[in-house]
Nanobody, 124 residues
Framework: QVQLVESGGGLVQAGGSLRLSCAAS????????MGWFRQAPGKEREFVAA????????FYADSVKGRFTISGDVAKNTVYLQMNNLKPEDTAIYYC?????????????????WGQGTQVTVSS
């Protein structure tokens, strides 16, 4: 099994920044797709960003392009989500997830391992 632990969430005013971290343990993730998802109260969990660690391929949801940046450190088994120019609509629980594949997917069902989530709250 693989364990994923998110950290870095908190309360920030609109226009501010946060950096989320996801630390993975259990095995090396060099051949995995790592993704970030979020879920706001009363809404479905949605895709945010993903990275193919082996070659550095990145993919973002349209709602966060230009504001969020996903990156990873394979040696540390850690993936990051830098969130800039945050908006109130970014408020959600953010989850990291792992997919044992070389193909990036935005589907929740394609990710095998999930963290517990970290709360991000953006005030006006």
């Amino acid at each position: 099994q693989v364990q994923l632990v998110e950290s870095g969430g908190g309360l920030v005013q609109a226009g501010g920044s946060l950096r989320l971290s996801c630390a993975a343990s259990g095995r090396t993730f060099s051949n995995y797709i790592m993704g970030w998802f979020r879920q706001a109260p009363g809404k479905e969990r949605e895709f945010v960003a993903a990275i193919r660690w082996s070659v550095g391929t990145l993919f973002y949801a349209d709602s966060v392009k230009g504001r969020f940046t996903i990156s990873g450190d394979v040696a540390k088994n850690t993936v990051y989500l830098q969130m800039n120019n945050l908006k109130p609509e970014d408020t959600a629980i953010y989850y990291c997830a792992a997919r044992p594949s070389s193909i990036i997917s935005i589907s929740i069902n394609d990710y095998m391992n999930w963290g517990q989530g970290t709360q991000v709250t953006v005030s006006s």
